[in-house]
């Protein structure tokens, strides 16, 4: 596989329900990120990791808890969710270093919906 | 704080056509980034094109340009001769001039453009 991959590509849930989102980069990149896209609204970055540390939360809710093993793997777990939470889940990757700037790619998102 | 404007949300148009797609921005940096993203149907965000804020020339790609132009913050994007596999939602974005991770991408809401046939 090459790129970024996330798995499921569709999700239906219960708010009751407990399930995790996944993201792999084969990419070699070094920071993961994960991003909602509700509709009608822009992108929402929600967690950022570099090298396997969080380096931002942007005040996302607690019922969503990311989890990076390593630099190839993010996950995202999903607890007691509400139905305002049904949205594309995307999860990005890029290699960050020092000078310049380093694109982002973007994985084909997770479909989420809340019922 | 960043801002990224997309006053359009839907166009159409028929194949063949010229369109342009608008994008103003706002910030307090000095230095940033500008950026055009394609998602097709299939979700995934396709980059198309990086420009940072030192270089105001404009480019041509195939039948895509891109007119940056900082006196008025925006950074147009045309697409010359639609084809009905440009359909899609265009979005635009900009980003501050740290490095690495902490570069935090700022979305518009995009625009869905439709080429029909």
């Known amino acids: 596989e090459t790129g970024v991959t996330q798995t499921p590509r569709h999700l239906v849930m219960g708010m009751t329900n407990k399930k995790s989102l996944k993201c792999e980069q084969h990419l070699g990149h070094n920071a993961m990120y994960w991003y909602k896209q509700s509709a009608k609204k822009p992108l929402e970055l929600m967690f950022v990791y570099n090298f396997k540390e969080q380096t931002e939360n942007n005040s996302v809710p607690s019922r969503f808890s990311p989890e990076c093993p390593n630099s190839s793997h993010l996950f995202l777990h999903l607890h007691t969710l509400q139905p305002e939470d049904s949205a594309l889940y995307l999860c990005?990757?890029?290699?960050?270093?020092?000078?310049?700037?380093?694109?982002?790619?973007f994985g084909p998102g997770t479909r989420l919906t809340v019922l | 704080a960043q801002k990224v404007t997309q006053a359009q949300t839907e166009i159409s148009v028929v194949e063949k056509e010229d369109v342009t797609l608008d994008c103003v921005y706002e910030?307090?940096?000095?230095?940033?980034?500008l950026f055009w993203y394609k998602q097709p149907p299939s979700g995934e965000l396709v980059f198309l094109i990086r420009r940072n804020s030192f270089d105001e020339q404009n480019e041509i790609s195939g039948r895509y340009s891109w007119n940056f132009q900082k006196s008025t913050s925006s950074f147009n994007f045309t697409i010359t001769a639609s084809q009905v596999v440009d359909s899609a939602v265009y979005f635009c974005a900009l980003s501050n001039s740290s490095t690495g991770a902490n570069s935090k991408l700022t979305f518009g809401k995009g625009i869905t453009l439709s080429v029909r046939p």
């Open positions: 990005a990757s890029s290699l960050a270093k020092s000078g310049g700037y380093n694109e982002q790619f």
């Open positions: 910030t307090r940096d000095t230095t940033y980034y």
